[in-house]
């Protein structure tokens, strides 16, 4: 066996005369594909073409995962069109070398398999993968603004069915190994012990290519194509504005204008890209990406791992911080006063780990480390506790005092309050130092932030440790001071009372939702508020109001009392059936879209001025970071304090000006905008 080795790729040929390329990028915990990467393989590549070998098997030698995908560091360098046309062209023609090999090639992919690196995975003859769950397969560039760029939209469809494909590319979802194999993306699948010996024996014995199904031929004619593209851009904008994101919808059109011959489209696919590359939407959204990876990067590399999670409260929120914290493989003990509360827990666990896991033997695993503990036994030997009980100051106190003498001495003690001081909850319990907030967000699964809420007493220990438990279960921790609503709620909770403050005003709830969702929101303040619950938005509204001074609508105290709650009672402002909004037919309103959609976003931006002002968060990225995994602000937008310095003060503080003048106080500048007047 001879070797070579170059900066971040090992190269071997074996006995059997096949070449293993294992990738192992320097200076990086994952493997991505920079410009020296590709810059090496071309070496390889070019070599391997002259001395052709039996097979080529590429694999990772990094202990986790296949390739992350392309370095979007280098993205951010890419100053104009024509620097991103040569840096895509320049990655396309490694893959074409890749593809064009006179030898059978294989993937052999060990893990998360990602944009580029799938896309390197589709220039293979064959795919072979890791048989585990954390294997997961996905083209996400279109959450940066662009989409597939080295040959990824045209090699995607020799292997799927147009509709799996173009969904996979649009939505940037993913597969894990045996969904992946199921859909044609990949040819097998293997344990750890032989993956790499099925894939020496697939390149010995050379088996027939995997071919999309016969059907494809007809979905990608040029009759059928261009009736698919109005379907497909029908039900995209439904969820995204072609101004906004306008990467889906340039996908759509390549697929369904150029499909058929593949070095054309090779060569748009190229240009659809570089021109995607430098839009402020690819540039912002680029920005949100940097921003999710700061947030990680707060917890430490190598931290204690927690196995025992103990939650006191079986609602909603409480069942569901359970159900997650199975599903990352950690055991759990859920404690309620309430035996129905803890059950109704259990039954909505068994549900989605039977939509999500599929496996029997996987629920089983899962169900069995959801334990219901109603006496609390679990307290003992938890490695944090945390409470989601109701928010009432001195029943956590309670709580927490009869908590103390429990627990183990370095477990974590964390509430889930959205809103309360923790300064307020701590006087009970001999050692304050100890308490952090963990606020997490509805729907659990969906919601990527976890507020790590610091009281002045809080240990700073203490506070990492929360820190890095958050990133251990795949959330995104947001440092936070203790002050009342924290970062989230602080600034959603005025821009949802100024949606009901219009609705008073007699615009219709369709209008004022259009409004919000035409600048960027995923959904509008009044389906929000539905959603959330109108208890819930009410109670934290009201603690908000005593500490900040603002007026609550009428409407919102009305339908409380009345047991009109939202979606969960199956009337709010809307409608709700089966867990879906009733659309009602629109109400014309005398004023403009603009107006409502000046008082909506112009509440919302003074606050996050007033947060950034006051420190809530240590800084202007973590502030924008919060705001947008734990809002879904605009993301197109790259945060509110990004979007004030991108459009320039004068303005934004014209209209502020002018909303104070005919709206009152609660529009008036926050002191902090001096801070961005240039």
Not at 253 to 278: C, D, F, I, P, R
Not at 372 to 380: E, H, I, P, S, W
Not at 546 to 564: D, E, L, N, Q, R
Not at 597 to 613: D, G, M, P, T
Request: glycine share 6%.
């Amino acid at each position: 066996m001879s070797a070579s080795t170059y900066q971040n790729w090992i190269v071997e040929r074996d006995s059997d005369e096949i070449v293993w390329l294992r990738l192992d990028v320097h200076d990086n915990s994952a493997n991505v594909l920079t410009n020296e990467v590709f810059t090496e393989l071309q070496y390889i590549l070019t070599d391997l073409a002259k001395n052709i070998p039996v097979g080529v098997a590429i694999t990772s030698n990094k202990p986790k995962g296949f390739i992350a995908g392309a370095d979007v560091k280098e993205f951010t360098q890419i100053k104009n069109q024509q620097q991103a046309l040569e840096i895509i062209r320049f990655g396309q023609s490694i893959m074409d070398q890749l593809d064009q090999l006179p030898c059978p090639t294989i993937a052999v992919i060990n893990g998360f398999c990602m944009g580029g690196g799938l896309e390197l995975s589709l220039a293979c003859d064959y795919r072979i993968a890791l048989d585990e769950p954390s294997t997961r397969f996905s083209l996400p560039e279109i959450r940066l603004g662009i989409h597939p760029g080295y040959g990824g939209t045209v090699r995607i469809f020799r292997y799927l069915s147009p509709l799996i494909a173009m969904d996979l590319m649009l939505t940037g979802r993913s597969l894990d190994s045996r969904q992946a194999k199921k859909s044609g993306l990949i040819d097998q699948t293997a344990p750890n012990r032989l993956l790499e010996h099925s894939a020496r024996k697939i390149l010995l014995n050379k088996p027939p290519k995997r071919k999309a199904p016969r059907f494809s031929k007809l979905l990608n004619s040029g009759l059928a194509r261009p009736l698919i593209a109005i379907l497909m851009r029908k039900q995209l904008a439904k969820k995204a504005l072609p101004e906004h994101y306008p990467a889906p919808y340039a996908l759509i059109n390549h697929w369904s204008k150029h499909y058929g011959n593949e070095q054309k489209m090779l060569q748009h696919e190229a240009k659809s890209v570089a021109e995607l590359s430098t839009t402020p939407t690819a540039k912002n959204l680029v920005r949100v990406f940097m921003l999710q990876n700061e947030l990680k990067s707060l917890a430490d590399d190598h931290p204690q791992q927690v196995k025992h999670v103990h939650i006191i409260g079986a609602g909603v929120m409480g069942g569901d911080i359970a159900t997650w914290c199975v599903a990352q493989g950690l055991e759990i003990t859920l404690q309620d006063l309430k035996n129905e509360s803890l059950a109704k827990a259990k039954l909505r666990a068994y549900k989605y780990f039977k939509k999500r896991l599929k496996d029997r033997f996987l629920i089983k695993d899962a169900m069995d480390r959801f334990m219901l503990d109603a006496q609390g036994y679990g307290v003992r030997k938890a490695d944090i506790i945390i409470e989601a009980i109701f928010e009432n100051k001195k029943v956590k106190r309670e709580l927490y005092a009869s908590l103390e003498p429990k627990i183990k001495k370095d477990a974590l003690l964390a509430t889930n309050t959205s809103s309360i001081k923790i300064e307020e909850l701590c006087d009970s319990i001999s050692d304050p130092t100890r308490l952090v907030g963990l606020h997490f967000f509805n729907p659990v699964a969906k919601m990527p932030l976890i507020e790590i809420v610091n009281g002045t007493q809080t240990n700073p220990n203490v506070s990492q440790r929360a820190i890095n438990f958050a990133k251990q279960i795949g959330k995104l921790p947001l440092p936070t001071k203790s002050s009342p609503g924290f970062l989230v709620n602080r600034i959603l909770t005025p821009y949802m009372v100024e949606a009901g403050l219009l609705k008073e005003a007699g615009y219709s709830i369709m209008e004022i939702d259009l409004a919000a969702t035409t600048f960027g929101m995923p959904i509008g303040p009044i389906e929000l508020a539905d959603t959330v619950g109108l208890d819930i938005g009410l109670h934290v509204a009201e603690i908000l109001s005593t500490a900040y001074g603002f007026k609550i609508p009428s409407s919102f105290k009305t339908m409380v009392a009345s047991g009109t709650l939202g979606k969960k009672s199956g009337q709010g402002f809307y409608a709700w059936k089966n867990g879906k909004k009733v659309t009602p037919k629109s109400k014309t309103s005398t004023n403009s879209d603009t107006m409502i959609q000046n008082r909506l976003v112009l509440r919302f931006i003074n606050e996050a001025i007033a947060c950034h002002h006051e420190q809530v968060v240590e800084s202007k990225n973590l502030l924008d970071a919060g705001v947008i995994f734990g809002t879904g602000f605009a993301p197109f937008r790259g945060g509110p304090i990004h979007y004030v310095e991108s459009m320039g003060t004068a303005a934004l503080l014209e209209t502020l000006d002018m909303l104070h003048k005919n709206y009152g106080d609660r529009f008036k500048a926050d002191p902090g905008w001096h801070e961005f007047v240039t």
